[in-house]
C-alpha cells in the first residue's frame, strides 16, 4: 500500500480526479461466476498439469491494538491451529509500535514463542523483524530461543520499517536505517551460524561474543521485505528471499521486478532458481462472490483508512479525515481495485485465477492476511475454502511447471 500513501501525500484536487482515472482504468468489468452455495468449500479441481505448485501461509498485519475484546489473540492462536492441521507452509507475525493498526503485533519473537508451543508443522516466521530498532545480538538470542522451542521452524524477514515515530526505540538509528539492516542481518546470520563476532563493549572496545542457546537450525532462513527495485536488487545481491505485496504493482512489474531479483541473486553467487518469492495478499473466501464483495468491503476500507491515517502528521487531517468526500471516493477506488485485481477476496475460481497469474510471475508462496477486520467466525469459515485453495496448487508433480525451485 505505499503507492496509495504516495499518492495522497500532498493530494491536491486535480491530483485526486487524476488517481480515479487512473484507478478506474485498472478496475476489471467482467463478471466473476459463481459457485453454487450448495458446493463444498474448496477451490475447483483442473486437469492435471493446469497448475503451477504454490505454497500458503497465514499473514497477520492489522489488528487493531486497541482492541475492547478478553481474547485478543484467538484469531492468531486458532488460525495457527487450523494453518498447522491444514498443511500451510508457515504463520507470519509483524512487529508494529504505538498504531492502533497492527497494535497487537509489538514483538514477533513473544508471538512466535507463543505459536511455537501449539503447533507442530508449520514455520514460524517474523513479517517483519524491523532490525534496525534492535540490537543485533537480542534478535539471534531471541529467535534462537523459538527456534528451540518449535524444534527448527523460525524463519525471519527483515525490514527498515519507516515510521519516524518507532524510532524512538532507537532515534539514532533513523538516518542509516536502511545501512544499519544490511549491516545487522551480516551479523544476526553469522551469530545464528555460532560464529564469534567483536562488538563494542562498555568501555569501547571491541568485545568478542557468541550467543546461546544455539538454534537448531544450522542457518536462518530469512527474507527481506522489500517495495523498491532497489529493495529487490539488494535481496538478490544478499541472498535474501523476499516479502512482499501487489499494491498497485501491476503483475507485469512484478514479474520484472522477480526477473531482477533472479539476476542479481546469480550475478552475486547465489543459485537464481532458488529464493522464495512470498506475495501477501488480503484473503476472504467464500462461494457467492457479492456476498464476499458486501462482507469485506467495510473491513477493506476501515483497514485502508487506518493504514493512510498513519501518514496524518506528514498529509495533514483533511485528508485523512473519513467523513471527508475526497477520502471516501479514494477508499472506495482502493477497495473496488484491491477486490478486482490484488486480493484473495472472493469465491475460489476468482482467487485461483489471481494465484495463478502471481504463479506466472514467479511467485513461489502466498502469504495470506486474514486479520483485517472480519469477525472470527467469519474467518474461520474463510480459511476452510483457502484450505481447499491450498491443494488446488500444492501437488508436487507441478513443480517442474513452477520455474524457480523453493530455496533459502
Given amino acids: 500500500m505505499t503507492s496509495i500513501s504516495d499518492r495522497i501525500r ?99 519473537a513473544v508471538l512466535g514463542a507463543a505459536l511455537a508451543m501449539i503447533t507442530e508443522h508449520v514455520q514460524i516466521r517474523a513479517g517483519s523483524v524491523v532490525l534496525p530498532l534492535h540490537s543485533p545480538v537480542r534478535v539471534a538470542e531471541d529467535w534462537a530461543v523459538v527456534d528451540n522451542l518449535s524444534r527448527g521452524r523460525v524463519g525471519l524477514s527483515f525490514a527498515t520499517g519507516w515510521h519516524h515515530h518507532d524510532y524512538v526505540i532507537a532515534p539514532a538509528n533513523y538516518a542509516r536505517r536502511r545501512e544499519i539492516m544490511l549491516r545487522d542481518i551480516v551479523t544476526v546470520r553469522r551469530l545464528w ?105 467495510e473491513p477493506m476500507k476501515n483497514y485502508l483508512h487506518s493504514y493512510l491515517d498513519q501518514f496524518r502528521p506528514m498529509v495533514g487531517h483533511e485528508i485523512t479525515d473519513p467523513s471527508s468526500p475526497a477520502m471516501q471516493d479514494l477508499l472506495e477506488l482502493a477497495f473496488e481495485h484491491y477486490f478486482q485485481n490484488s486480493s484473495l477476496l472472493g469465491t475460489p475460481e476468482k482467487c485461483a485465477a489471481l494465484v495463478e497469474k502471481a504463479a506466472a510471475a514467479g511467485v513461489n508462496e502466498a502469504a495470506c492476511l486474514v486479520d483485517f477486520g472480519l469477525d472470527f467466525d467469519s474467518t474461520m469459515a474463510s480459511l476452510e475454502y483457502l484450505a481447499g485453495l491450498r491443494k488446488l496448487f500444492a501437488s508436487e508433480a507441478q513443480a517442474g511447471a513452477s520455474g524457480p525451485e523453493i530455496g533459502s
Avoid at 450448495?38 to 475447483?44: E, L, N, Q, T, W
Avoid at 498497485?248 to 533472479?262: A, K, M
Wanted: charged share 25%; glycine share 8%.
Fill in 10 to 108: 500532498n493530494l491536491s484536487p486535480e491530483q485526486q480526479e487524476l488517481l480515479k482515472r487512473r484507478m478506474q482504468q485498472r478496475q476489471t468489468q467482467a463478471a466473476e461466476p459463481r459457485i453454487p452455495a450448495s458446493a463444498a468449500p474448496v477451490a475447483p479441481v483442473e486437469p492435471a498439469g493446469a497448475r503451477r505448485k504454490v505454497d500458503f501461509s497465514i499473514f497477520f498485519f492489522s489488528a487493531d491494538g486497541k482492541t475492547s475484546e478478553t481474547d485478543r489473540y484467538r484469531l492468531l492462536t486458532e488460525s495457527a491451529r487450523f494453518a498447522d492441521r491444514n498443511g500451510f507452509n508457515a504463520v507470519w507475525t509483524p512487529e508494529r509500535h504505538f498504531q492502533t493498526f497492527g497494535g497487537l503485533y509489538p514483538n514477533p
Fill in 193 to 297: 551460524a555460532g560464529e564469534e563476532v567483536e562488538l563494542p563493549g562498555a568501555d569501547g572496545a571491541m568485545t568478542p561474543v557468541k550467543t546461546l542457546p544455539r538454534p537448531i537450525q544450522p542457518a536462518l532462513p530469512f527474507w527481506l521485505t522489500v517495495a523498491s527495485e532497489r529493495s529487490w536488487q539488494r535481496a538478490g545481491e544478499i541472498g535474501a528471499n523476499v516479502l512482499t505485496a501487489l499494491a498497485g504493482v501491476p503483475l507485469d512489474e512484478l514479474r520484472r521486478l522477480i526477473s531482477l531479483y533472479r539476476k542479481a541473486r546469480l550475478e552475486n553467487g547465489h543459485d537464481p532458481r532458488t529464493g522464495i518469492v512470498s506475495l501477501m495478499l488480503h484473503t476472504c473466501m467464500g462461494d457467492d462472490l457479492e456476498a464476499i464483495r458486501g462482507m469485506v468491503r
